[in-house]
Structure formats: structure tokens, C-alpha cells
């Protein structure tokens, strides 16, 4: 009787299990998890770390325009080992979480690490396209359009005999269902009728992301993705700290104060005021020899510098540079009464989040200052120039460079916040 009792509840759990247990068709539906559809991409590896975020930007609004049809969610590119990134070590990748808060970018579009994403699907791919452009050119014509085409360039792939293909990844083996190259002239949101056209495709991994455009540059879209690019936790921090201890500065008294949900921040022109000190963004090393006429020597520099500083009446000047330590210190001597202020990260700091958490820092730091000036086309110096523009600088204030060999020159582009 005893078993009797026990069997009874046995069967009453399995009857009750199998009735949550949802049927084939209802797994299939629109919202559910396994009906889960990756967007991947990855931009050319010769890309500094602030052009990728431009390109983040440009598939962010794809991603978020698959997903207000269907259930796609984007997938973060790791960040490798990137051309004036010394530090990291061989192999090895930052998941995006190092620089960015994955909640605030999850708030424009859904995204999702790429370990997380080998761990639900293993280490596969249905579809991927690497994009290249047309090798006969515009031909004169601008009309939006793609094709599958020879492959222009090398790649990583390798087809196997049973001809699905074998490649890497940010450095996980994967295998990918079908790979050719495409030859596309258009935005981002170009590729949309290819990344939907089979239902039964769920993952796709679109390589040299970069050579679509943004759909819209500098409107509402383009700033909404912009704006859910916060910077991580623990990178905001260190920047605060920096700014409490050597500079006067929070963002109680600079009126640099944000919401947690940066879709409710919408700051008037001209609230925030910034800390008591001028920063600059000097770009050096490779920028000398390519841009030489429009980037200053740093005698050049200081003077500027100087100028800034006596016209807003301050006394303290941040600096982030890539200089090596010896400009920096020729610079330094050239700055002097006034008090010059660098980051110069723990060896803890350094370990962990490398030189991508160091140039976050940095641009925090400049992004909170009185008044910015920045270098000729730099993509760091544009980054920067943004996070002002969202806390609601005054104009005049940030979209500033420095001049090259010619005393007087024209200023950059002001690409005004949106909402
Ligand atoms: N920490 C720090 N790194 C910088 C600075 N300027 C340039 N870098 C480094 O050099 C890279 C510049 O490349 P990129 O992001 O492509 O910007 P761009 O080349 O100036 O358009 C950054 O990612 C940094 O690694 C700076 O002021 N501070
Ligand atoms: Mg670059």
C-alpha cells in the first residue's frame, strides 16, 4: 500500500511535468528561447578601438531593427589584441563587460557576450559572409546594393570535404555552415533582407563589418545607440576617483550629474559645466607621419595649450596621449607654471583591464573637463567629443582641436546630440 501511495505521486509529477513541458510547435513560436536567432560581426583587425565603436553603433541599429521583427539578439565581438594595444597578452580577448555596461547597451538592442553565445550554441555558425567592396568600384553610380562575389581579400576560413567550412573566431574553433564573401555598397541595414531571407537560418557572423555606412549618421538612432554605450562600472570609477583626488572635480559641482537609464537623460545645452581644468587629447605616434601637416610639434602644442589655459583662466591641464614617456616629459617641462595631469594606472589596474580600460579612463577624464581640445580626425578625440555632447556641454566647449603647422585652422565638424 505504501508503494502504491508512492507510485501515485510518481505519476501524478510526470503527468504534471510533461504538461509544463511545452509541445514542438510552441517551442518553435516567436519569443522563446530556442527560436533564438545571433547576429555576429566582427570588424577588420587592422580597426583601432575607437572606430570599432563607431561600427558597434551601425550594427547596434541593425541588430535592433532585426530584433523589432523577429527574435534576434546581437552578439559581442571580444576585443583582441588590437594594434596599439601592447599589453595583451597572445590569445588573449576582453569580453565587451571590461569597457562597457552590457545593461545599458542591452536598453537599445538585445546583445549578449560571445562566450555566452558559444555556450547556448557551441562553437558553430550557420552562415557567414565576410563583406568586401565591389572590385570595379562606384562606377561612377551610388546604388545600394550586394552580391556573393570571389573573394577579394584572405580570410581564415577553410572548406571541408563535406563543404561546410572550418575557421576562427576570436579565437575559438568553429565550424560554419556556409561561407562566401559579399560585395556590398549600402548601410548597415542593406544586409537585411539577406540576414532574414531563410527562416531556418539562426546564426549569422557577417565579418568586415565596417564597409556597411550608418543608416542614419548623427540622427536620433545613431544617438540612441550612441548613448547606451556607457562606459563599465568599475572604469567610471577610477575615472571619478582620479578627477576627486588631483582635480578638483565631481559631478555634483561640474553639473555632470547623469540618470542610472540613459534613456531618460536629456540634458539641456549648457548644464554641464565641467571641472576646473582644461583637457586635450594629443595624438602622436602614427598620426605625426600621417597627418604631420595637422598635428603640432609639442612646442606647438604648449603654446596652444598655454593660450587655453590663461583665456579660461585655469591652472590645471589633463593630458591623455599615446606619446612615449619621453614626449610626454618634454611636454611637461613646455607646460610649466601650469600643472599638467596624466593617468597613470596601478600595476592592478593595468593587469586587468589593460590599455582599452587606461584609454577609458582617459576619456572620461577629458569628457568631465571645463573645455576639451582634441586632435585632427582622431577617432579618439570624436568618442570623446560625443560623451560631451550627451552630458549637455555647451557647444563651444568641446568640438575644439588643435592646430598643426598652421597657427589658424578650420575646426571639426559639431555633430549635435539628437533625441
Ligand atoms: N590611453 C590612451 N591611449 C591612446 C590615446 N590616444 C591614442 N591611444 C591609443 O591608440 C589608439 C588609437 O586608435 P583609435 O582608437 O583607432 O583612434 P584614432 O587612431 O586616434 O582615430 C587607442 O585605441 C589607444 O589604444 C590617449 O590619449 N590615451
Ligand atoms: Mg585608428
Keep these: 500500500m505504501r508503494h502504491f501511495g508512492l507510485f501515485l505521486l510518481y505519476t501524478i509529477f510526470i503527468v504534471f511535468s510533461l504538461s509544463l513541458t511545452p509541445s514542438k510547435s510552441e517551442t518553435c513560436e516567436k519569443g522563446d528561447s530556442r527560436s533564438q536567432r545571433y547576429l555576429l560581426y566582427d570588424v577588420n583587425p587592422g580597426e583601432g578601438f575607437n572606430l570599432r565603436r563607431d561600427v558597434y553603433v551601425r550594427i547596434a541599429n541593425l541588430a535592433r531593427r532585426l530584433s523589432e521583427a523577429d527574435n534576434w539578439v546581437l552578439v559581442l565581438p571580444p576585443w583582441g589584441r588590437l594594434y596599439h594595444w601592447k599589453n595583451a597578452r597572445h590569445g588573449e580577448y576582453y569580453p565587451w563587460g571590461s569597457f562597457f555596461d552590457i545593461k545599458s547597451l542591452s536598453k537599445w538592442t538585445p546583445v549578449i557576450e560571445f562566450e555566452d553565445y558559444i555556450k547556448a550554441e557551441g562553437p558553430k555558425i550557420q552562415e557567414a559572409y565576410m563583406l568586401q567592396h565591389y572590385v570595379e568600384g562606384w562606377n561612377g553610380e551610388w546604388v545600394v546594393k550586394y552580391d556573393i562575389r570571389p573573394c577579394l581579400e584572405q580570410h581564415s576560413f577553410r572548406q571541408n570535404s563535406d563543404g561546410s567550412w572550418q575557421g576562427t573566431a576570436w579565437g575559438t574553433n568553429i565550424r560554419v555552415g556556409n561561407f562566401s564573401c559579399l560585395s556590398i555598397q549600402g548601410e548597415a541595414s542593406t544586409l537585411i533582407p539577406l540576414i532574414t531571407q531563410k527562416d531556418e537560418i539562426r546564426s549569422i557572423l557577417v565579418t568586415r563589418a565596417e564597409t556597411v555606412l550608418h543608416d542614419e549618421y548623427g540622427g536620433k538612432r545613431y544617438w540612441a545607440a550612441r548613448r547606451s554605450m556607457r562606459f563599465a562600472e568599475h572604469l567610471r570609477l577610477e575615472a571619478a576617483k582620479f578627477r576627486a583626488e588631483f582635480l578638483h572635480s565631481d559631478d555634483v559641482s561640474d553639473k555632470t550629474e547623469v540618470t542610472d537609464d540613459w534613456r ?124 560631451r555632447e550627451i552630458m549637455g556641454f555647451p557647444v563651444e566647449t568641446t568640438f575644439n582641436r588643435l592646430c598643426g603647422k598652421k597657427a589658424e585652422c578650420e575646426q571639426p565638424a559639431k555633430w549635435k546630440i539628437v533625441y
Design 264 to 387: 531618460d537623460f536629456k540634458p539641456k545645452r549648457g548644464t554641464a559645466i565641467g571641472g576646473p581644468y582644461l583637457s586635450v587629447h594629443l595624438r602622436r605616434r602614427d598620426f605625426i607621419y600621417a597627418r604631420g601637416n595637422e598635428i603640432p610639434s609639442l612646442k606647438k602644442a604648449a603654446k596652444q595649450l598655454k593660450a587655453l589655459l590663461e583665456a579660461k583662466e585655469l591652472q590645471d591641464v589633463y593630458i591623455a596621449t599615446d606619446a612615449p614617456l619621453e614626449e610626454f616629459a618634454e611636454l611637461k617641462d613646455l607646460m610649466e607654471p601650469y600643472k599638467v595631469h596624466q593617468f597613470d594606472p596601478s600595476p592592478e589596474f593595468f593587469d586587468r583591464w589593460g590599455d582599452g580600460g587606461v584609454a577609458i579612463v582617459d576619456q572620461i577624464i577629458c569628457a568631465h573637463a571645463r573645455y576639451f581640445t582634441g586632435s585632427y580626425e582622431s577617432t579618439f578625440s570624436f568618442r570623446i567629443q560625443e560623451e
